[in-house]
């Protein structure tokens, strides 16, 4: 996203706001803090709060989640109207955190004690204190068990966080388990309706309190071979920028952990379950950016792991997981269509799982390329759901302010499928058509194609014909999808999607000029790809004989009769430059020309085509075509510099080669189209230097003697240049200003030039002076200047 610097600014501050949020929380959260400190806290805290310029906690949406104290989103709150709920500040955590206390006994046996147990617990109920190991659990909102982690671990008991992180680390695991099962016992009716609701109020990953990163940074902190900094705690998130040069063991199993579990095993294990997370993208572009941020930052530290053969067992554990949570989890079959999408996570996971299990690896990878935001045809809701998969959040048309790097991540998934499979075939097909069903986007899928067509055609290997087809295959779909709309690269899409056919073979390049009209325009079709097609460059790279040559022109010939059909003003040119060599395509385009002549084109692009005949060699084809130009123009008396006086010249002097005839045919056109006297004068001075046909057909040279001025067709003209010097002059002294005076008196000197080529020329132009003085003798100075050049 693009910022001006004063959002740049905002952002910057309301994030040291809402870590100041995060650290009252901490202090709050005290173990050992007094009751009169911590209400003395409550009262500031408070009033920070009631301040009308506090930030928001996501920046400019209230958080409309219920009260954070609240263990499960089934609580009591979970359907509150979200209409009275107040908005979240930077400070509102904190605030209900004073509420919290550590006095729960279960809660005490956790942190202080690392033999906590009861094997003979058998209440297997939701919110059970013990697992089926008779290991303890933590049942509590999320992010408020991992703040009280992050409380113990600021304030000096590491110990008692990794303890109580522990806990909850089984807590999510056992959670992970139950729901699966409950997915497994709807799966059928969920499966059949296609359509869920929000499963999860708020991710984990992105969240204000960073519940993920906090057990994260608690159990990597244990692992670390310098144990030391384990008793002098010091902050692992930031000290992840230093941690190439730290090295994690799986050192000794906890109690509570199975058998070759490490904190290691569960650092890694506990993000992956928060990444694959199903939640809903929360509203504000603030938030929805950290949840971006907070995601790739959590994987950053998670490649920083080299990864053995026992967290490759986590990564297939979670992967199958998520592959078959359901709802609950963002690689589900069934999910919500504003689930935060999982291609930056899938990405991860596809690069870390492929040396080990491909085909697991490309499973989850194709379940994260969907973007159910943009179908149309996705569900929004179903207000039936059981409990356990509460609706929650009205329906509504989201606002996605990171949707373009969302689509970005997207394009990068598929992109690294592309370079993985290549050499697979199926694999290759698998993951186009995943492309083709999910992305939306034509400049990522051309992106796509650029690059499947890059590493198809790398310079150390034979171009991989597979890869090639599938590069070809997206390039088809981007012509399509931009056919009919603005696209500035279009013309860039296009020249490549004839180079890369041409990779492909003839037979590629001959497919897209017979479906063309699907594909492109007439202009383009014309003037790029059938004329790119016939280039000597395109028949050498392509090695052609006689005969695919011939086959090739021939699929170019019929494309440019059909595109000059559809749209002459833009293909006519086009059409008979492709069909030169070829007798009835070549005629069959000019008649297509004239047919068009009458109605559809202008005079420029029939001067243009005439210019073309007479330089192939086709004079009187060219002569017909500027008459038919001549009809469309009107040139009015003050457009002595319009851009198509050079192409009346030409049709002039093309018509007076050819003969008197053709130039007796053509000045009455030119007469009744243009109407400005210096253009009529140069035509008619043209006319009279040479005797017409002078210079004929074939170099034929005629004897015959100059025109006169005094019969048909030069007199017609003389005439009409001579009324267009009369009707010039009084439209000029109409408006005429002292500082053209002289102008126009030059004006006149080149209008007696036209009047006395006429046998009684003398005579016209001194009585047409003196009509002048007698119209116009109120313009005494000008009237001056006439009689002192004209009498």
């Known amino acids: 996203l693009q910022l001006s610097s004063g959002e740049k600014i905002l952002k910057h501050n309301l994030a040291i706001f809402l870590k100041s949020g995060a650290l009252w929380m901490c202090i709050v959260l005290n173990p050992h803090c007094k009751l009169e400190q911590k209400a003395s806290w409550l009262k500031q805290l408070k009033k920070w709060n009631s301040v009308d310029v506090c930030p928001w906690e996501d920046g400019n949406h209230g958080n409309e989640l219920p009260n954070l104290t609240n263990a499960l989103p089934q609580g009591a709150n979970a359907n509150q109207d979200s209409s009275n709920r107040p908005h979240r500040t930077v400070f509102t955590r904190a605030i209900e955190a004073c509420d919290l206390h550590w006095q729960d006994s279960h809660l005490q046996h956790i942190i202080s004690s690392d033999l906590y147990t009861n094997y003979c617990y058998h209440d297997d109920t939701e919110n059970s204190l013990f697992d089926s190991h008779g290991w303890p659990l933590w049942h509590e909102h999320v992010p408020t068990a991992c703040a009280r982690v992050d409380a113990l671990r600021s304030h000096g008991y590491p110990r008692e966080a990794l303890r109580l992180a522990i806990a909850i680390v089984n807590t999510l695991r056992r959670q992970q388990q139950k729901q699966l099962e409950m997915f497994r016992a709807q799966k059928k009716e969920l499966l059949h309706k296609g359509v869920t609701s929000i499963t999860n109020l708020e991710g984990w990953v992105g969240h204000p309190l960073d519940p993920i990163g906090t057990l994260f940074s608690s159990l990597m902190e ?54 694959g997370q199903q939640r809903i993208m929360p509203d504000g572009l603030y938030a929805q950016e950290k949840v971006c941020r907070n995601e790739e930052q959590l994987i950053s530290k998670l490649q920083e792991i080299e990864l053995d053969d ?28 504003e689930s935060v999408p999982m291609h930056t996570f899938a990405k991860y996971l596809f690069t870390s799982l492929l040396p080990h299990d491909a085909e697991l690896a490309y499973k989850t990878a194709l379940r994260a390329m969907r973007l159910l935001v943009l179908e149309s045809t996705a569900p929004s809701g179903d207000m039936s759901r059981p409990h356990h998969i509460a609706s ?90 931009t056919l009919s709309t603005l696209n500035w690269r279009r013309r860039e899409m296009v020249r490549w999607l004839v180079t890369c056919a041409t990779e492909v073979g003839v037979y590629a390049l001959d497919s897209i000029m017979q479906s063309w009209f699907t594909l492109f325009t007439p202009t383009e079709a014309t ?26 022109a021939g699929s170019a010939r019929t494309l440019a009769l059909q595109c000059a059909m559809k749209d002459p003003q833009n293909c006519a040119l086009s059409a008979l430059t492709l069909c030169e060599k070829d007798h009835i395509a070549f005629e069959t385009a000019y008649q297509i020309v004239l047919d068009a002549a009458t109605t559809g084109m202008s005079y420029s692009q029939l001067f243009t085509i005439a210019r073309y005949m007479e330089h192939r060699g086709y004079p009187m084809r060219a002569y017909k075509l500027a008459t038919l130009a001549m009809t469309h123009l009107n040139l009015s008396y003050n457009q002595d510099t319009h851009p198509a006086i050079n192409d009346v010249l030409w ?35 043209r006319c009279t230097l040479t005797t017409p046909g002078m210079v004929g057909l074939h170099g034929r040279r005629n004897s015959g003697k100059l025109m006169s001025l005094d019969k048909a067709p030069l007199r017609q003209l003389l005439d009409a240049t001579i009324g267009a010097y009369i009707n010039t002059t009084h439209s000029r002294l109409t408006h005429i200003s002292p500082r053209h005076y002289s102008e126009f008196i030059e004006f006149l000197s080149k209008a007696r030039e036209t009047f006395l080529m006429a046998h009684d020329g003398h005579i016209q132009f001194t009585q047409f002076i003196d009509n002048l003085k007698q119209i116009y003798k109120g313009k005494k100075k000008l009237m001056m200047l006439v009689r002192e050049r004209f009498g």
Request: charged share 20%; hydrophobic share 45%; aromatic share 6%.
């Open 222 to 275: 244990a692992c670390r071979v310098d144990d030391e900094s384990f008793h002098g705690f010091s902050d692992f998130t930031e000290n992840m920028g230093q941690c190439k040069s730290l090295e994690y063991q799986h050192l000794p199993a906890h109690k509570f952990l199975e058998e070759g579990e490490s904190y290691l095993t569960l650092a890694v294990e506990v993000a992956l379950i928060g990444l």
């Open 527 to 552: 003037s790029i790809v059938a004329t790119t097609v016939m280039s000597n460059s395109t028949i050498v790279r392509l090695h052609l004989d006689c005969h695919q040559q011939e086959k090739l």
């Open 310 to 337: 026992t967290l490759v067992k986590i990564f297939r554990k979670q992967a199958v997981f998520l592959l078959e949570a359901g709802p609950y989890s963002g690689l589900g079959e069934v999910i919500h269509r």
């Open 392 to 481: 929650v959040v009205p329906n509504r048309y989201p606002r996605w302010f990171t949707l373009s790097h969302i689509e970005s991540q997207q394009c990068e998934l598929a992109s690294t499928m592309l370079t993985a499979a290549k050499g697979d075939v199926q694999r290759l097909e698998t993951v186009l058509e995943s492309i083709q069903k999910n992305i939306h986007s034509s400049s990522h899928i051309f992106k796509l194609a650029q690059d499947a067509f890059k590493i198809a055609t790398l310079m150390d290997s034979l171009p991989d014909i597979t890869l090639l087809k599938v590069s070809l295959e997206l390039g088809l779909q981007v012509m399509r999808m």
């Open 651 to 685: 049709a002039c002097a093309l018509s007076h080669s050819l003969g008197k005839n053709e130039l007796a045919a053509i000045i009455p056109l030119v007469v009744k189209s243009v109407k400005c006297a210096t253009v009529l004068s140069d035509i008619l001075r």
